[in-house]
Structure formats: structure tokens, C-alpha cells
């Protein structure tokens, strides 16, 4: 430019050389190769996510800004992504990359933590390792949590809505619960000092009042914000706790060491307000309907009974009808069998028994005949010694009026009757004189 504020002629020549605009944009995006991996750290001003899910915000500290977007892949990926807002001081890691529609230059987001969270994490692994290996969050030191706890402790802020929200669940869902509060701050100087006092205090053995369950938790936050619940003496006494203990600390994602030494963690203060005591109405619903069930039981098993029964008979008729069936089968082949072998005993036993009539008839004539010769025998031996014979060869008998032979004049006297059988008749008689 000249003194009078005029441009001085440039003349253009073969020899330099003139750059379309895409074509110098493209030069420097090639100076940027250097920075395809960077990390920047500042804080976020401006945070937008549009319907496209992509995240355009920018990165500043006290002297400068840089333009920054950050796709919704990354965003996805992030685990600090709910915490991503204005006012976040951030650690981001990325590509520097020019934005040729607008001719500026930007930082590409890849990935995206709050500043400061790697050495927390780090402190928070080795305490989680240190405490796992110390036994503090083996599965079985949990225990089960009462089916119906009349007495709910409850250790968190009296302020904000985590309290109100917490009694609001439990009275709606079982009304007439004892329920108290120990007021602790929950992050900040002295937050973790207050939290064990609280603990210690619900499980005091002279304490008149002692809790069934207790609730030990806060609403949610950064990391640094839930800290104390990470710290080792909150997780010790968590630990040690006497009553059960529900840790419900921060959302569903965050996790807290309390969680692991907690007989139960809950993802929020109100879940855990639905965890620790069931519906009354649901209850006494359950009791309705298995009072109903108890009373329609008898019906319900005699009609099971019947059925049974019908089943049985039926299995039985047709176990009978099976066994029957093959008791005939059987019957018939062993008639089969049987029956050859039947006809050949008795062929066998007839022609026995002929033989044994040719043997035996001839014996039994001669035996007869001795029979008959020992009847004759018999029979002209009686006749010998029959009374009446000497009585057909001429003899008589006498006898008494009481049957007695008379065999002498001595055994009668005058005017007894005597009776003389003959050998056709016989003479009654009266005696006039006996003489010898």
C-alpha cells in the first residue's frame, strides 16, 4: 500500500501460483495432519445437541476459544456424556480438521471425560481392589433384606427433593411406617464424617429405637459430587452394619463403592424406597385371593380326586383287559402244547388199565371161588352149631318163664310154666311134681 493509502499494482505472473479456495482449504487441512490426535483441555460453553444427535459446543479457557462438534457416535461411546453441559471442565481428545463450508477450523471430538475424573478413577480402583481383597463385598456376607420392616433409617440430606421423594414412596405404598432421618451433608468437607455417624448411630445397641432396614444415599451428580460415598470409612461402616443396609446413591449409572459393600444397591433413592417394602393393597389383595383359593380347596381337590379316580379306573380296566387278554394267549398256547401230550397220558392209562383187567380178572374169579368154598365151609359149621337143628332130629328144649334152659328137676318146682320147643312148634306146660 502506498503512503496514500492505495494498493500497489500486483501483477501476476506464470511464474506464482494462484489457489482456488477448495484447493488451499485442502493445503491446510494437510497442515493440520500433525493433530490427528490431540488432547485439549478447557471448558465447555455453548453445549447444543441438535435432533441429529451430534453435539456442537465450544472449548475455552481464559485467552482463547476453539470451535469443537462432537457426533453422536461419540456421544453414544461417552461414559461422562450425561455430564457434558456449559460451565463442564473437560479433558477432550480428538483431530484439529477445517470446516470448509465456513472456512474455520474445529476440533473433532472423539472422546470426552471431566477434568480431573482419571485420578479419581484411579483412587477409586485401587480402593475397590483393596476392599474386594479384604473380603468387604464378597456376595455372601449379604444378607436378605425383611419381607415387611416396620422401621425405615434413613441417612441423606434433609434438603432437596431425595428425602421428600424417599417418605412420599414408602408412605404411599405401606401407610403407618416409622420412619427417621439423620441429617448429613452428602458431599463436601465433613460429608463423610456425618455419613458414618449416621450409620453408627442407627446400629447404636443402646439405642430404644432400631431400624429393621436402613437407606443410605443421595441424589445423583458427578463424581467428584458422590465422592464421599466412596470414601473408606463410609464403606467400612456400610460394612460393619448391623441392620441391613440399601445403598442408593446418585442414577441408575452411577456406581458408588457403597454399592458394593450395600446388602442391596438400588439404581435411585425412590427405587430403593420400592425395595425395601411392598405394596399394602397388593398385599392384602394376595390375601384375598388366596383366602378365596383356601376356601374353594376342598371342592377343587375332591374334583382332582374324582378325576383321579376316573383316570385310575380307566388305567385299570385297561390293565385288566390287557392282562386277560394274555393270560388267554397264554392259556391257549399252552392248550397248544398240552393237549398232545394229554391225549397221549390217557392212551397211555387205557392201555394200563386193559392190561391190568387181563391180570386182574382171572384173579379175581379165583379169589371168589375161594370165597365161596369158605362160605360152604362157614355155613355147615353153623349149621352144626345151630340150637335148632338137634331140635329137627327129634330133641327138645325146655325153658323157663324167663327163657332160661332148663337143664335139671332141681331148677323147677310145682306150678311153674315151662315152654318145650320142638322141631316144628312148641308146648306150653304146668309143672304138678318134680321128682329126681
Not at 80 to 101: I, Q, S, T
Not at 181 to 188: A, E, F
Request: aromatic letters at 6%; glycine letters at 8%.
Amino acid at each position: 500500500m502506498t503512503a496514500g493509502g492505495s494498493y500497489a499494482a500486483v501483477e501476476v505472473t506464470a511464474e506464482k501460483k494462484v489457489y482456488g479456495v477448495s484447493e488451499l482449504t485442502d493445503v491446510i487441512k494437510g497442515l493440520f495432519k500433525p493433530f490427528d490426535k490431540i488432547f485439549v483441555a478447557g471448558e465447555i460453553s455453548g453445549w447444543k445437541v441438535y435432533a441429529s444427535g451430534h453435539a456442537y459446543f465450544t472449548l475455552k479457557d481464559e485467552a482463547a476459544q476453539i470451535s469443537c462438534v462432537m457426533f453422536s457416535s461419540a456421544i453414544t461411546r461417552c461414559k461422562a456424556a450425561a455430564r457434558l453441559k456449559d460451565g463442564a471442565k473437560v479433558c477432550l481428545y480428538g483431530r484439529l480438521d477445517v470446516y470448509a463450508p465456513r472456512g474455520s477450523y474445529q476440533i473433532v471430538v472423539l472422546a470426552a471425560k471431566i477434568a480431573g475424573e482419571g485420578d479419581l478413577m484411579a483412587k477409586f480402583n485401587e480402593l475397590k481392589e483393596k476392599l474386594q481383597g479384604e473380603g468387604l463385598f464378597d456376595p455372601a456376607r449379604k444378607r436378605p433384606l425383611p419381607f415387611l420392616p416396620h422401621r425405615i433409617a434413613i441417612v441423606t440430606s434433609p434438603s432437596g427433593a431425595v428425602i421428600h421423594d424417599m417418605c412420599t414412596v414408602l408412605t404411599r405404598r405401606f401407610p403407618n411406617l416409622e420412619i427417621r432421618l439423620y441429617p448429613v451433608k452428602v458431599q463436601g468437607p465433613g460429608a463423610k464424617e456425618e455419613i458414618v455417624s449416621g450409620i453408627r448411630f442407627f446400629n447404636s445397641p443402646s439405642s430404644e429405637w432400631r431400624p429393621d432396614v436402613l437407606i443410605v444415599g443421595r441424589g445423583g451428580g458427578s463424581i467428584e459430587d458422590l465422592w464421599a460415598f466412596n470414601e473408606e470409612c463410609v464403606v467400612r461402616a456400610v460394612a460393619a452394619s448391623g441392620v441391613p443396609v440399601v445403598s442408593a446413591v446418585g442414577h441408575e449409572t452411577d456406581f458408588t463403592l457403597c454399592d458394593f459393600a450395600a446388602d442391596k444397591r438400588a439404581g435411585t433413592p425412590s427405587i430403593a424406597a420400592e425395595i425395601v417394602v411392598p405394596v399394602k393393597a397388593e398385599l392384602q389383595q394376595q390375601v384375598r385371593e388366596l383366602a378365596a383359593r383356601l376356601a374353594r380347596a376342598p371342592q377343587h381337590a375332591g374334583e382332582t380326586l374324582a378325576q383321579r379316580v376316573d383316570h385310575l379306573t380307566l388305567r385299570l380296566s385297561a390293565a385288566l383287559r390287557d392282562c386277560v387278554a394274555g393270560a388267554e394267549g397264554r392259556l391257549a398256547r399252552s392248550s397248544q402244547r398240552l393237549m398232545p401230550a394229554l391225549k397221549e397220558a390217557v392212551m397211555r392209562s387205557e392201555r394200563r388199565l386193559e392190561q391190568g383187567d387181563r391180570r386182574l380178572l382171572p384173579a379175581i374169579k379165583d379169589a371168589l371161588s375161594r370165597c365161596e368154598r369158605r362160605l360152604v365151609s362157614a355155613a355147615a359149621k353153623l349149621d352144626l352149631l345151630d340150637p335148632g337143628s338137634p331140635l329137627k332130629r327129634g330133641y327138645s328144649l325146655t325153658l323157663d318163664s324167663c327163657g332160661r334152659i332148663v337143664r335139671s328137676f332141681a331148677a323147677v318146682k310145682p306150678g311153674d310154666e315151662l315152654t318145650t320147643r320142638l322141631g316144628e312148634g312148641r308146648v306150653v306146660s304146668s309143672v304138678r311134681t318134680v321128682s329126681g
